[in-house]
C-alpha cells in the first residue's frame, strides 16, 4: 500500500457528502413535523411555524450546494453552507428560547395565547381549538418538538460549518 494514500474510512467526508447529509436530515427532519401536524394531529403554534423557517431554506440550498460542489464551484457551495450555519445556529437559539416559554423559564411572546383562523359552517363559528406556545404538546426523552428542534439545528449548524473545510 502506498504510504501516501489513507484507508476510506479515516478520509473527512467531502463538501459534496456533507450538503448531501444536510439536505437528508434537514428534510427529513421538515417531513417528520410536517407528519406529525397531519398525520399526528399535533397543530404548531406561532413559534413552531417560525422554527420551520430553517429547514425550508436549507433542503433546497443545500441541495443547490452538492450540484455545486459536484460541479466544481465549490466556492459558492461554501457560502450557501456558512448561510445554512447560520440560519440553523439563529433556529437552536429559538428552540431553546421555545423550550424555555413551555419550562415557564421565561414569558413567551404575545402570541403565545395562540392565533388561529375561525372556521364557519352553516350554524355560525365553529370551535377552533388554540395552540398555546406555552404548553408542550408531546415530549420524548424530557425534550419536547422545539427541544428536539434545538438539538438538531445545532447539529446541522456544526455539520454544515464542518462542512465548509472540505476541500471538494
Partial sequence: MDASAKPILTRPPRLTTVSAIVFAVAAATILAALAFEHLGGYAPCPLCLDQRLAYYFAVPASGVAFLLARGHATGIARLLLVLIALAFLVNAGLGIYHSGVEWKWWPGPDTCAGA???????????????IRCDEASWRFL???FAGWNAVVSALLAGLA???TAQKR
Fill in 116 to 130: 388561529f383562523d375561525l372556521k364557519w359552517d352553516e350554524g355560525g363559528i365553529v370551535d377552533t381549538p388554540v
Fill in 142 to 144: 424530557w425534550l419536547s
Fill in 161 to 163: 460549518v464542518y462542512g
